[in-house]
């Protein structure tokens, strides 16, 4: 069986578990482990030990893109799992930011993923644009394109102090898993947009159905728009199961919900979904 357990997200259900605003995934084949982000840093070891998931058995970590609710548990991810290998797209140690004015710029990356602490050891770390095989059967789709016209980063993101740069997040990336009945597609947000990323890994499949989608979808502030399109090219994809989260926002999550009432699925800390391979 495939299992994938949320170890955190701004939600959690369960005793003794932690919400917080970010994301967290353990992927597990029955052979093979993957941990896809790591949160802030404040929920994922503790609901890790709590849901019986050994963060020492990691056959890798990957990061979805380098904003701190996505990152911010990496050291604590890479203690715990000495040998794992790391990877992600060069451009996600950059430094972020977000803001409507300089004067009130926040900084949403963190040091240690900056100033690229997490080599000096023996760890392999792959950097890469390119998809990727991070474990038999578990794909980091690498660099996304943007080829839809009603997609956008899903914010005001920069990559400088002063707001100058917009940042085009290039390091957004997405995990899959091929399978007999279809592809798995778990998110971290999906900056590049859903749509695009589906695309991008239909192709990567020779257009496999999509038999699952998890993760956040970046549509808390999307105009009608970008809502009625995504809403329409999901019923076209018309996978079995999704679950909406993190930052898919709630009048978009409630709108899914609406519209995909069969598929549509809670996620948050706690929750595990299983599948036949």
Known sequence: MISITVLVENTARGAGLLGEHGLAWWIDTGRHR???DTGQGMALVRNAARLGTGLVEADAIVLSHGHFDHVGGLEAALAAAPEAPLFLHPRATEAKFTGTAAATARRISVPYLETESFRGSHRRVVMTRAPAEVAPGVWATGEIPR?????DTGGPFFLDAALTLPDPLLDDQALYLPT???T???????HAGVINTLAHIRRLT??????ALFGGLHLENAPARRLEETVQALRAYGPQQMGFCHCTGLAAIRRLWSEFPESSTPVHAGSRLTFEP
């Not at 798995?184 to 999906?190: H, K, N, Q, S, T």
Request: some cysteine; proline content about 4%; charged content about 20%.
């Open 180 to 182: 007999s009945t279809g």
């Open 184 to 190: 798995i597609v778990i998110l971290g947000c999906a």
């Open 147 to 151: 080829t839809n016209d009603f997609e």
């Open 206 to 211: 020779d257009r496999a159905p999509l038999r």
């Open 34 to 36: 993957v941990l896809f």
